[in-house]
């Protein structure tokens, strides 16, 4: 082994014991006195605070195109919603009211992930509202304060989405496929239908909490189910992590379509 | 390190814990002779002993001193990290590579005080800066700084001359 390989690996041994003693010190520094536990706790936190905000400022960053783009597309579709009432934000169709908000926090864990949005009840949403991008369906609004909104995410245990495909006029369950973040199955096919791969997944007219015709993903392989059904994959158009602004979507006569029901 | 090193080594641990025990100076003064002692080590020891034996000296005078537990093993162990490469810069390699001993007439005061000065100064600044743990003022932390810095220097000089050749 030649001299200078050797004073590098020495290097190395010197700073991986160096590393290794500090820390041992700080940490019965810490466990021995409350005052600087208290002090290091604050200086890790302020660590992690600022390795994160910088990482999520660069994420951002690379996102602004994208994002753009999206907006863009939020820009146009809102246009085309619009029917007199620029003062208000609030946009209104014949069937449906559109309330532009944005994500305050997400998080996705295990089978229960959710949305907070910046608008509450004070800006007229409430539970049951349904929450959607240009590009797809976000959630249900499951729980409303004044100034905040609880959003139960598609990708939870239990959300059932109706759907419609173009060419075959099908409708049946979407729900989330449990693994991914942009994987669905369509559910309850009857098995004489085919749908090829690389159809249109869209909203369905049918459902009480969103519009019809959003595009949602397009279909994948498909399989037969123990109940003689069809399951077909669904790749989904929208990213749920990236999301920054969405709206909050409510059937214009739905107190009157519900009293009609009842 | 020989016998007579390791002995006086010993003593003088002895002596930094005596001093922090008895001399309770409160938080505007930090009385040490540790990094003296990391100096006066023979030259021939590599980073990683002397990071060794400065952290057994430093948690044995927390320990024994009644402090907080660590702190003086913390601030020290840098003191023996850079302290080769100190004595390559302010001295010379061969005086690392040869292990030869530091002798105040070869070297001169100057220059030994110097490397003294530089690694109590590491010591410190690591130790106020810990010890405070953000609930004093940068002020106090410097006030505290300075007034130990020429006080831990006087204090090096009984390890010095114990220590170094003539």
């Known amino acids: ?262 | 390190m020989n016998r007579s090193v390791s002995f006086l080594f010993f003593l003088m641990v002895l002596a930094q814990v005596l001093i922090s025990y008895l001399f309770q100076t409160g938080p505007w003064c930090v009385l040490t002779l540790l990094p003296a002692m990391i100096f006066c080590l023979p030259t021939d020891r590599s980073t990683l002993r002397l990071m060794l034996v400065a952290f057994v000296s430093g948690l044995a005078v927390d320990f024994f001193a009644d402090g907080i537990l660590g702190l003086n093993a913390f601030s020290l162990v840098p003191v023996a990290l850079v302290r080769r490469f100190l004595l390559v810069r302010l001295f010379n390699e061969e005086l690392v590579t040869r292990g030869e001993s530091i002798s105040w007439r070869k070297w001169g005061l100057v220059r030994i005080f110097g490397c003294v000065l530089i690694l109590t100064a590491l010591f410190l600044l690591l130790y106020v800066a810990v010890d405070a743990a953000g609930e004093r003022s940068f002020w106090a932390c410097l006030s505290t700084f300075a007034c130990s810095l020429p006080l831990d220097l006087l204090l090096s000089v009984p390890v010095l001359l114990a220590f170094l050749e003539k």
């Open chain 1, 1 to 262: 082994m030649s001299a200078g390989s050797t004073n590098t690996r020495r290097h190395w041994i010197d700073a991986a014991a160096f590393i290794l003693m500090e820390v041992a010190a700080l940490a019965m520094v810490g466990v021995s006195s409350e005052v600087q536990r208290t002090w290091m706790g604050g200086m890790a936190h302020s660590v992690t605070a600022f390795i994160g905000g910088g990482l999520e400022n660069v994420g951002r960053y690379f996102h602004l195109r994208a994002e753009n783009e999206l907006l863009a597309q939020q820009n146009l579709a809102l246009m085309q919603m619009m029917a007199g009432e620029a003062e208000s934000p609030v946009l209104r169709t014949e069937a449906w009211t559109y309330l532009p908000a944005q994500i305050a926090k997400h998080q996705f864990k295990g089978s229960h992930s959710y949305y907070l949005l910046d608008k509450g009840s004070v800006d007229g949403i409430s539970v049951n509202c349904g929450v959607i991008t240009p590009r797809g369906v976000v959630g249900i609004v499951d729980a409303v304060t004044p100034h905040y909104s609880y959003v139960r995410s598609f990708f939870s245990v239990g959300m059932t989405l109706s759907v419609r495909e173009d060419s075959t006029g099908v409708t049946g369950p979407l729900v989330w496929d449990g693994k991914g973040r942009n994987g669905a199955c369509l559910r309850s096919i009857p098995h004489h239908i085919v749908i090829p791969p690389g159809r249109e997944i869209r909203t369905s007219p049918y459902s009480g909490l969103f519009p019809p015709d959003i595009p949602l993903g397009v279909t994948g392989e498909s399989r037969f189910s123990k109940d003689g059904t069809q399951t077909i994959e669904v790749a989904l158009y929208e990213e749920p992590t990236r999301l920054r602004h969405v709206m909050v979507v409510r059937q214009t006569w739905r107190d009157e379509i519900e009293k009609l029901e009842q």
